[in-house]
């Protein structure tokens, strides 16, 4: 069996299992098993040679981003292992509830390696409905209506998605795109230059609006916030880290596919509008935030725009921003949910204002939550500095009147968060509850948080070389 299809239904077989084990610890030990056993197959990945495999391919552009995933799926599976006992599932929901986050990483690498269009659909489809069911595993009425409003706006998108992938297809039947050739991402490439542009156009409007809705893009975006906060907290961990990047992926795709076609229209603006528009969305709605939680997802919403905003400037150098701020953002903010998540424990509450003074209380925990928090703010030594500081001196050089609002709306996200940091950490302690948790609980949540700064340490003051040139490769595959 060819690689990827390992890495993609060795999860899918752990959900299968899980499904059937209703004993707490057994079920997350066996969670944590099969991640563990994921991860160094996605490493291998990175050394797999280049090309298709029947509905699969393996590429500068999906491969980091697999391996990635696979970390953030097993630190978080050690995570949710510690924090079981608070989350308080009966038989039912335990068994759901580990099956869904084993379907969920199957679906979101079959996502990212799949070269069939309509397989990507399908996976993202599952990634979604998977995620649906852990949002709405609580079964509280905060909860369900988070779970509804994902499944709503997510349904539309994935619907739009559908029509631009079917319509994708029939631009490629009057060139010889019969068959599975008419959504193999590989053929469409070859042939778009001979594609009608006009069915291009209308192909990446409802590609765009469809994966940018699961990307967390305005102006479909308003499902995220809730789903991070009212979910188990380790969903929020990889649904930023995970489903936003698989779907903006997507999109990815699509580009490279019209803006090989030199009479369509250019697909940049278009990513730099929704770019722009969710980073200053974002920048003014952190303000507004009283829940950690939610503050934490309106973070995701502008991050995606950033992203997206550097693939609309295109080029290698604003691409390989774009590709750095994507991987930065996915490890920062899993270890910013880890840290939140303990946090709201140790106090009883997530609200912003319940929630102060941990530097001095619980300095590993509060000393790790602020250096992540700095991360995610952009400030250096860490990655996703190095990739706000290339797309800003990409986008003055190129476009500096698109420089202004950006930079705009980079200053009022990075003022939020630093506020965010100072009440969080510093100030006065907030009493803890009565039920604190147990050390296995704190060293579960602290020890993955720590190990993803480290990662976000490494990668942006000293990345391998090797994995550099990846990168680099990968800067050149959008356009």
């Known amino acids: 069996?060819?690689?990827?299809?390992?890495?993609?239904?060795?999860?899918?077989?752990?959900?299968?299992?899980?499904?059937?084990?209703?004993?707490?610890?057994?079920?997350?030990?066996?969670?944590?098993?099969?991640?563990?056993?994921?991860?160094?197959?996605?490493?291998?990945?990175?050394?797999?040679?280049?090309?298709?495999?029947?509905w699969t391919r393996v590429d500068a552009l999906n491969a980091p981003f697999v391996a990635l995933a696979a970390f953030i799926g097993l630190t978080t599976a050690v995570f949710s292992a510690g924090q079981l006992d608070a989350e308080r599932f009966d038989a039912l929901r335990l068994r759901a509830y580990h099956a869904a986050f084993q379907l969920f990483l199957g679906a979101q690498a079959l996502a990212l390696l799949s070269d069939n269009l309509g397989i990507m659909w399908v996976a993202i489809e599952i990634a979604t409905l998977a995620s649906v069911l852990m949002v709405a595993v609580h079964n509280t009425p905060a909860a369900i209506e988070a779970a509804w409003k994902f499944f709503l706006l997510c349904g539309v998108g994935i619907a739009l998605a559908l029509?631009?992938?079917?319509?994708?297809?029939?631009?490629?039947?009057?060139?010889?795109?019969?068959?599975?050739?008419?959504?193999?991402?590989?053929?469409?490439?070859?042939?778009?230059?001979?594609?009608?542009?006009?069915?291009?156009?209308?192909?990446?409007?409802?590609?765009?609006?469809?994966?940018?809705?699961?990307?967390?893009?305005?102006?479909?975006?308003?499902?995220?916030?809730?789903?991070?906060?009212?979910?188990p907290i380790a969903i929020s961990a990889v649904l930023s880290g995970l489903l936003l990047n698989a779907a903006l992926m997507a999109v990815l795709r699509a580009k490279a596919i019209v803006g090989a076609n030199p009479e369509a229209v250019a697909p940049g603006p278009f990513l730099l509008a929704l770019g722009l528009a969710s980073v200053l969305l974002a920048g003014v709605s952190l303000?507004?935030?009283?829940?950690?939680?939610?503050?934490?997802?309106?973070?995701?919403?502008?991050?995606?725009?950033?992203?997206?905003?550097a693939f609309g400037l295109g080029g290698a150098a604003a691409n390989l921003a774009g590709l750095l701020h994507m991987a930065g953002h996915s490890v920062v903010k899993s270890a910013i949910f880890f840290g939140v998540g303990l946090s709201a424990r140790i106090k009883g509450s997530q609200r912003l204002a319940d929630i102060g003074g941990l530097i001095g209380?619980?300095?590993?925990?509060?000393?790790?939550?602020?250096?992540?928090?700095?991360?995610?703010?952009?400030?250096?030594?860490?990655?996703?500095?190095?990739?706000?500081f290339l797309l800003l001196q990409e986008t003055a050089g190129r476009a500096w009147w698109l420089a202004?609002?950006?930079?705009?709306?980079?200053?009022?996200?990075?003022?939020?968060?630093?506020?965010?940091?100072?009440?969080?950490?510093?100030?006065?302690?907030?009493?803890d509850a009565a039920e604190a948790p147990g050390r296995?609980?704190?060293?579960?949540?602290?020890?993955?948080?720590?190990?993803?700064?480290?990662?976000?340490l490494l990668l942006g003051l000293l990345m391998p070389p090797a994995l550099a040139g990846l990168m680099a490769e990968a800067a050149r595959i959008p356009g």
């Open 163 to 231: 029509f631009g992938t079917i319509v994708l297809y029939l631009a490629a039947q009057a060139v010889g795109g019969a068959g599975e050739a008419g959504l193999s991402w590989a053929s469409l490439h070859a042939v778009a230059a001979e594609c009608d542009p006009g069915l291009l156009n209308l192909a990446f409007v409802f590609l765009l609006v469809g994966y940018g809705t699961k990307a967390g893009l305005v102006p479909l975006h308003a499902w995220l916030p809730d789903a991070e906060a009212e979910g």
């Open 361 to 388: 209380t619980h300095p590993l925990l509060g000393w790790g939550l602020a250096l992540a928090i700095a991360a995610v703010a952009g400030l250096p030594p860490f990655l996703l500095f190095a990739s706000e």
């Open 404 to 431: 202004l609002p950006l930079a705009l709306g980079l200053f009022l996200t990075v003022a939020a968060k630093v506020a965010a940091l100072q009440r969080l950490c510093l100030g006065d302690p907030t009493p």
């Open 440 to 456: 296995a609980a704190r060293l579960s949540a602290v020890v993955p948080l720590w190990l993803h700064l480290g990662l976000a």
């Open 1 to 54: 069996m060819p690689l990827p299809w390992i890495v993609v239904l060795l999860p899918w077989a752990g959900a299968l299992a899980l499904a059937a084990i209703a004993a707490p610890r057994l079920a997350a030990r066996v969670n944590i098993g099969v991640a563990a056993l994921t991860f160094p197959l996605a490493l291998l990945l990175l050394f797999q040679p280049h090309g298709v495999q029947g």
């Open 287 to 309: 303000w507004r935030r009283a829940d950690a939680r939610r503050f934490f997802g309106w973070s995701s919403v502008g991050h995606m725009g950033m992203a997206a905003f």
